[in-house]
């Protein structure tokens, strides 16, 4: 059997940087003079502002790298000189800090975006501030990622919109990184979830061998298959994490057999998938009988528990063919 891993690592960690809390609003297309908040009477316009950072070691440094870029540039897009100062590790300034910012597992809504990687109130002259204003930063960030993050967000606590320069720092979608992560094929289970469901699309005459390659998943595949692990046959191939289907050669095996299609997610953007997403099992020119070891190795293939199979492993052609089914 050729085994054809055709691996899609698209990076589908798409996290809005957004702004919300104190003003929520649509922002009218600006100017480059316009995109200046220019006002002295910023809440933060010309002081030092003090920021207790709630996170590790290095994300406080991070945070810190973060929002020294807008002691660097606040005059040009904001209009008023303004400094950061990371407070040391419980230290609490008489009248308490005045930024709060916190590293979370996950940010909550933010304003219309519901999976955020930061989330800030955006100050202005109107607003004035409710000391300490809260910041939420996503941990598990790659490090460019989360300085990226902390001056966008830092960006709204000045005042800016989502449609004002810099516009690097300020545009409300970017891709962003994780730290690093073990890929797909180091993970005993590289699927997002642990129920899986499979579809048979197309050719009913492989339902047969389907079933009984999928007798042998759940039976945990002679320890290749985690056992937490269950499958479960669903008619409707579109949500199907797991399909099954004929093609043609040009699409798989030229000489006939199978192959697999994966589709992943790559959140540290090293090029490898982390997590699988979804299957397509193809078969090639294979007779009824010849199905049910295809589809079994196919499946159990995508799992990496270290252990192979000796009855998928040694089956001979024509045990492929017939005696591997029954």
């Known amino acids: 059997m050729d085994r054809w891993l055709l691996g899609v690592a698209a990076l589908l960690l798409l996290c809005g940087l957004a702004g919300c809390g104190a003003v929520v609003e649509e922002a009218e297309s600006l100017s480059e003079a316009e995109s200046l908040t220019g006002s002295d009477t910023h809440p933060f316009a010309n002081e030092t502002v003090t920021v207790a950072v709630e996170g590790t070691d290095r994300e406080r440094a ?74 939420e930063i996503r941990g598990g960030l790659a ?25 690097d720092v300020m545009v409300h979608e970017r891709d962003l990184a994780t730290l690093p992560q073990p890929n797909a094929t180091e993970r005993a289970n590289p699927w997002n979830d642990s129920t899986l469901t499979v579809a048979l699309a197309g050719d009913g005459d492989y339902r047969e061998a389907l079933d009984y390659a999928l007798d042998y998943v759940r039976e945990g595949a002679d320890g290749a298959v985690p056992a937490d692990v269950s499958v479960r046959v669903v008619a409707d191939s579109e949500p199907a994490d797991v399909i099954v289907r004929t093609v043609s050669a040009d699409d798989c095996a030229p000489e006939g057999g199978s192959c697999v299609l994966l589709e992943g997610t790559d959140p540290d953007g090293d090029g490898a998938i982390e997590s699988y997403s979804r299957a397509e099992i193809r078969l090639v020119g294979l007779d009824t009988d010849a199905a049910s070891w295809h589809i ?31």
Do not use: I, K
């Open 62 to 135: 991070l945070a810190a790298d973060g929002l020294a870029y807008w002691e660097a540039n606040a005059t040009e897009y904001v209009g008023f000189d303004v400094a950061f100062r990371v407070l040391a590790p419980g230290a609490t300034p008489a009248s308490g800090p005045d930024v709060r910012l916190r590293f979370v597992e996950t940010v909550g809504a933010c304003g219309d975006t519901e999976f955020p990687a930061g989330c800030a109130p955006r100050l202005d002259a109107s607003t004035g501030v409710d000391r300490p204003a809260t910041v």
């Open 143 to 167: 490090n460019d990622s989360t300085r990226l993050v902390v001056r966008h967000e830092a960006g709204h606590l000045l005042g800016l919109r989502h449609t004002d320069r810099p516009r």
């Open 296 to 326: 079994a190795s196919q499946f159990v293939g995508t799992f990496h528990t270290g252990e192979s199979p000796d009855r998928l492993d040694e089956a001979d052609a024509r045990e492929r063919r017939g005696d591997w089914h029954g």
